[in-house]
Nanobody, 119 residues
Framework: QVQLVESGGGLVQAGGSLTLACSAS????????FGWYRQAPGKQRDLVAS???????RYADSVKGRFTISSDNAKNTMTLQMHSLKPEDTAVYYC?????????????WGQGTQVTVSS
């Protein structure tokens, strides 16, 4: 089983930047896709950005041009660079990983990290 640990959340003023990191650990696994999701109070959890092991990336329209996702396949780590942050980016951000282990496919979630953008 894979465990995901997130770091890098916090409080920042509008227009500022934050970088979130996610690290996956476990044994005998291969990650096929990493993703960041966010959930604001009273709202559903939505995709922010994802990156596949091929390097293909996908972004929510609301963060295009402001956020950049990257990963290190060898280290099983992922980062999300967030710039020009807006109050509406305030949410709990969750790391997600789709992975293969022993020929079976799984998905795992991190515990979440709070991002608060003040106006």
């Amino acid at each position: 089983q894979v465990q995901l640990v997130e770091s890098g959340g916090g409080l920042v003023q509008a227009g500022g930047s934050l970088t979130l990191a996610c690290s996956a650990s476990g044994s005998a696994f291969t990650i096929s896709k990493f993703g960041w999701y966010r959930q604001a109070p009273g709202k559903q959890r939505d995709l922010v950005a994802s990156i596949e092991s091929t390097g293909f990336t996908r972004y929510a329209d609301s963060v295009k041009g402001r956020f950049t996702i990257s990963s290190d396949n060898a280290k099983n780590t992922m980062t999300l660079q967030m710039h020009s942050l807006k109050p509406e980016d305030t949410a709990v951000y969750y790391c997600n990983a789709d992975y293969d282990s022993g020929g079976f496919y799984y998905t795992e979630w991190g515990q979440g990290t709070q991002v608060t953008v003040s106006s």
